[in-house]
């Protein structure tokens, strides 16, 4: 599975994840990683304007308070990278994501895709890539009241009401021409297809500029993973479905390409992202191997997070890093849920495309500013 921020999947039963105090020492491979190397995600999230939620359950605020963020975040800026493991042991305790499910869930991966592209139209590039239409509106539910957390809904007004926005199979069929949406033409619609569900990505235009593209907005249908429907047709056997197998299929068979694709309804629409990136949706530059998309009805973006999983070159050989939840996405949903940015290129692509195991999550939340050492 892959990510693809904003989008809205078929709903499922809510969920109150257990967060289960544990020791380091409880933390598979804790010892043996390289915890400077997620100082930079940390640091980033730190200087993010949207700082770090809390949620408040029985009078206490579940994920920290404001000022204890604060301080752990003006100690990360000045520490020494030697001193890493001390400060995050120090500055912060670890807690066992339990879900709906129980520990175990799922890890998968994601990267930045590139494709070949150009400014204008020709039959070397006929795929559209679009930027938000004027007429799509985006409604936080939680503005009416009610208990809706973050949950959105996205459309368009006709005849004074809110319908449902174009879904995938009607903008591919010209729902948006003509309303000079388009960004950029690319030469491939399934890399097209790929670069949504991603999230962000480059274009490569004819005279060696790259473009990048960050997510904008979605059309707010539900989520559908073709994989999903390649093995309920019959065509993958569930333990081949990756990214590389699901492309395979689509080039072999490309009278049935559109047809599975539209089964999709969601469709993402990108901006063009200036300087460094990809942009996560806490709004800071995603770091590979150590930014995680998460379901952040449930586990804050900000936060370091320890996960334990497979490697998805060798799944007989674990995968055990701290990473910081920086990013979300249309199919990761649920508490004991993650996503890893493997970065650019196509080691990235090998692996974000094969990853998908089983996992257990740890959240690191701050030590009360009064009680943490060496402050």
């Not at 404001?66 to 752990?72: A, G, I, L, Q």
């Not at 807690?95 to 175990?104: H, L, P, R």
């Amino acid at each position: 599975m892959l990510a693809a921020p904003g989008c809205a999947p078929d709903e499922e039963p809510a969920e109150i994840p257990v967060l289960k105090p544990v020791a380091f020492a409880d933390l598979p491979g804790w010892a043996e990683d390289r915890h400077a190397d997620a100082l930079p995600a940390l640091r980033r999230s730190c200087a993010t304007p949207l700082g770090y939620p809390t949620e408040v359950e029985d009078g206490q605020e579940r994920f920290g308070r404001p000022e204890d963020w604060r301080s752990v975040c003006a100690e990360a800026a000045r520490i020494d990278a030697g001193a890493a493991r001390e400060f995050f042991e120090r500055r912060f305790r670890p807690f066992q994501v339990v879900g709906a499910d129980g520990e175990s869930g799922l890890i998968t991966g994601y990267y930045e895709p590139e494709l070949s592209g150009a400014r204008r139209r020709s039959d070397a590039y006929p795929v559209p890539l679009h930027t938000r239409p004027k007429d799509l509106v985006t409604v936080r539910l939680s503005d009416f009241g009610g208990d809706f957390g973050d949950e959105r809904l996205a459309g368009r007004v006709e005849g004074g009401r809110l319908k449902p926005y174009y879904d995938r199979a009607q903008i591919a069929d010209g729902a948006l021409d003509g309303e000079g949406v388009e960004i950029v033409w690319v030469a491939d619609p399934i890399a097209a297809f790929f670069l949504q569900i991603q999230g962000s990505g480059r274009v490569r235009l004819p005279d060696g500029e790259v473009l990048r593209l960050g997510y904008a907005a979605t059309n707010g249908r539900p989520y559908t993973a073709i994989g999903r429907v390649l093995v309920a047709e019959g065509a993958l056997e569930r333990e081949e479905v990756s990214l590389q197998s699901i492309r395979a299929w689509l080039r072999a068979n490309p009278a049935e390409q559109r047809r599975v694709m539209d089964r999709n309804r969601s469709y993402v629409f990108f901006r063009e992202v200036p300087g460094e990136g990809p942009v996560g949706t806490q709004g800071v530059p995603l770091t590979p191997g150590r930014s995680l998309a998460v379901d952040r009805r449930y586990l804050p973006l900000g936060a370091p997070l320890w996960i334990d999983t497979a490697d998805p070159l060798d799944t007989s050989r674990p995968l055990r890093r701290l990473a910081v939840a920086q990013d979300t996405g249309g199919a990761i949903r649920g508490a004991v849920r993650g996503d890893l940015f493997w970065g650019a290129g196509l080691d990235a692509e090998e692996r974000a495309g094969r990853m998908k195991s089983p996992g257990h999550c740890y959240v690191l939340l701050p030590v009360p500013k009064e009680k943490a050492a060496g402050v």
